[in-house]
């Protein structure tokens, strides 16, 4: 049973313990979390090209020391602090509120759907605004300077946050002034006009009481109104192409990309069932993606991402543009992932393939079983500047050296490995069957020498198997029998792999379908 915290925390304690998980995670996995802190904001395309990871360790490696990456200790502190978001208590569970109660998954109230959608903690609203209200308190403490706590490590009375302190908080809270409004980051808000004065800032110190700070920001804590929530019960349908009838009454999809301001647009995909979804639009670019539940469905999203999320998805293959942050899955069966991203995590999951184009190790957390890491291994016409407006260059490409977490650390590889590598015999390249506009005519980058040797040695094949058809010299019912032979076995192969469902939906829409929106490229190349 998970004790309860008094209001009194102790904040040195509470350093001491997110230290010492720093020490325990090894070094490899500290700097996945600082550069997962670091992805956090949002930073120029140009930036994050100029400043990558391939340029830091060339003149890291030139200058024979060990490259170091630095993040603001009190961000870093809050940035472990709200892990706890996902660990699970008994007492809810045993009261039904949260998982693996039967309660917990079979919401009877209006908003099924929503909570449905939202019963994994990282997409609940609710959750995340419960956990704040509840340990805000102890963040605000862990912002103090160590001559502001008692020996035992209590916060004194009338002790100070400082304004740099607070920015801190920008890593969490945003707010406006008023419906309508942009947001602005804590401190900011903060700063201006009432706010400024409930919250009892103090010009002379630079800074706020902590009980007072402490108060004001509770008041007026609220949902997220660009979140999951509001997305799926007041954004605007997102539209495709070729929709089959019969196979969407389940799906919602839905997006707030035309009322949400820059990092905050999301678009929320659940239930796609047996569909064929391509998408290469302004709507997506730069937006949240969140893919629920989708089951048998081929999803094309070719727009430059800032993230997105899979969660409890089977047999399903999902191809992305470039994502500028990550790419999270979770709970996911017989998944087939490609993508450029800056970070893939996958946890939870099973026979999934992974074809990734990425400058950090992959993560892989407890729970997975029969993963397949791959090289990236197909293209389209405008990948190469989708990659570049997000910041993404072709090298280095760690794909193939994932960082496998559990509860205490990182795990050897020797310790029951949850993975394999993709052997160069079984590998394939793949075809984005769209056509589009832009200059990329090939892989990113060039495949490892292995896979392509792999592919030199199946095309030598086909040469060869051409070459003995035209040897053989058939007559033309003899030319006009092997052809439907051939097609026969091929169409058998398409039923026997699942694969005629996916070229089957591929069709190109009429042109005088409604439903198409402008922007989408979705024809048969």
Request: one cysteine or more.
């Amino acid at each position: 049973m998970r004790s309860k915290r008094a209001p009194g925390t102790c904040a040195q304690q509470m350093r001491r313990v997110l230290g010492g998980k720093v020490e325990r995670i090894g070094r490899r996995a500290d700097r996945t979390y600082v550069r997962c802190l670091r992805s956090a904001p949002a930073c120029d395309a140009p930036v994050l090209l100029r400043l990558g990871p391939t340029r830091l360790e060339r003149s890291g490696a030139r200058a024979g020391r060990t490259l170091t990456l630095s993040v603001d200790t009190l961000q870093f502190l809050l940035f472990l602090f709200i892990q706890q978001l996902n660990r699970v208590s008994l007492r809810t569970s045993l009261i039904g509120e949260e998982w693996p109660s039967p309660r917990g998954r079979c919401p009877s109230s209006p908003d099924r759907d929503v909570k449905t959608s939202s019963h994994n903690k990282n997409w609940d609203d609710q959750a995340h605004l419960s956990f704040l209200q509840t340990h805000l308190g102890e963040m605000l403490q862990l912002l103090l300077t160590p001559d502001q706590l008692s020996a035992s490590g209590q916060a004194q009375r009338d002790c100070q946050v400082s304004l740099e302190a607070v920015r801190s908080l920008d890593l969490l809270l945003e707010g406006a002034l008023c419906p309508g409004k942009p947001p602005l980051p804590l401190h900011r808000l903060l700063s201006r006009g009432p706010l400024q004065t409930q919250a009892g800032y103090s010009p002379l110190g630079r800074s706020f009481p902590l009980h007072q700070l402490l108060s004001c920001l509770q008041r007026r804590l609220t949902l997220n109104p660009f979140g999951i929530t509001a997305c799926l019960r007041s954004g605007k349908k997102l539209a495709w192409a070729q929709q089959v009838e019969g196979s969407m009454k389940r799906a919602r999809i839905a997006r707030n990309t035309h009322a949400a301001p820059a990092g905050s647009k999301m678009v929320v995909m659940s239930q796609v069932f047996k569909q064929t979804l391509a998408k290469a639009s302004d709507k997506l670019t730069g937006a949240n993606v969140k893919i629920h539940r989708c089951s048998a469905a081929f999803i094309y999203l070719l727009s430059p991402l800032r993230s997105v999320t899979l969660d409890k998805c089977r047999d399903s293959t999902v191809v992305l543009g470039p994502v500028e942050t990550s790419v999270h899955v979770h709970s996911c069966h017989n998944v087939r992932l490609v993508c450029v991203a800056r970070r893939v995590t996958v946890g939870s999951s099973s026979r999934c393939t992974i074809h990734a184009l990425t400058p950090t190790w992959p993560l892989l957390l407890p729970g997975n079983t029969d993963i397949t890491l791959a090289p990236f291994h197909t293209f389209y016409p405008s990948l190469e500047d989708h990659m570049a407006s997000v910041g993404l260059a072709v090298v280095p490409s760690v794909w193939d050296r994932p960082l496998l977490l559990g509860t205490e650390g990182v795990i050897q590889q020797s310790d029951g490995c949850c993975y394999r590598l993709l052997p160069p015999s079984q590998f394939h390249m793949m075809a984005v069957p769209f056509q589009m506009e832009g200059d990329t005519c090939e892989v990113p980058g060039g495949l490892p020498p292995p896979y392509q040797a792999a592919v030199v040695e199946k095309q030598k094949r086909i040469q060869s198997w051409q070459r003995t058809v035209m040897e053989a010299r058939l007559s033309k019912e003899q030319k006009k029998l092997f052809q439907d032979l051939v097609e026969v076995r091929f169409h058998q192969w398409l039923l026997a792999s699942g694969n005629r469902q996916e070229l089957d939906s591929l069709a190109p829409p009429t042109p005088a379908d409604p439903r198409a929106e402008e922007g989408d490229s979705a024809h048969t190349a």
